[in-house]
């Protein structure tokens, strides 16, 4: 299985915090058995978000986690 991990955050995507729920999703699922092969940090902005996931969709990924960026 092939997932991406989608980080939705304003002040991640603007540099003016650290992502710390990408990470642990990543972490999670690898501890799983699931290949994280991407992972993104978008702006909080529906239209982003929206053609974010349906880009990795679209790339043939079987899971596109989103999460925000201060905690899972």
């Known amino acids: ?6 980080t ?7 540099g ?10 990543v972490s999670l699922l690898t501890q ?3 290949s994280v092969d991407k992972t993104v940090v978008v702006a ?8 974010t996931i349906v880009e990795f ?3 043939g990924f079987d899971l596109v ?3 925000g960026g201060t905690g899972l």
Request: aromatic content about 0%; proline content about 2%.
């Open 16 to 25: 003016d915090a650290t992502d710390l729920s990408g990470p642990t999703a």
């Open 44 to 51: 909080d902005d529906r239209s982003v978000i929206s053609r």
């Open 32 to 34: 799983a058995g699931v």
């Open 65 to 67: 986690i989103t999460t």
């Open 8 to 14: 939705v955050s304003d002040s991640v995507s603007r």
């Open 57 to 59: 969709a679209e790339q």
């Open 1 to 6: 299985m092939r997932a991406v991990v989608i």
